[in-house]
């Protein structure tokens, strides 16, 4: 069975404003990362959103973000891929991140 977790980029801590960056996609042997589009992410923090993706590439731990990440990342509860799924990646875009499918 496939699960998937979305990693996401707070953007406006004071409203809980996130904006998707990334789905980890588990199938039990290893951790894939799914980019989001970082473009409506502030400009400001674009470099930091992008060092974070950088790091989670690097580490590929579906359970744990890397230390580096910082507050401002957060990822969500592991969801199960259904499993009439042909394409657990191409549905996690689908569902997760619209804006990257």
Known sequence: MTAVRLVSYVTDPYSDQRHPLAVLLSDGMAVRILRADTRGIPSAA???????????????D?????????????????????STVDDPALWARRALLPSAA
Not at 49 to 58: C, G, I, Q
Not at 62 to 82: I, K, M, S, T, Y
């Open 46 to 60: 674009r470099p930091n959103a992008e060092r974070v993706l950088r790091d989670l590439e690097a580490s590929a």
């Open 62 to 82: 579906f359970d744990n973000l890397p230390f580096a990440a910082g507050a401002q990342v957060v990822v969500g509860e592991a969801r199960l891929v259904p």
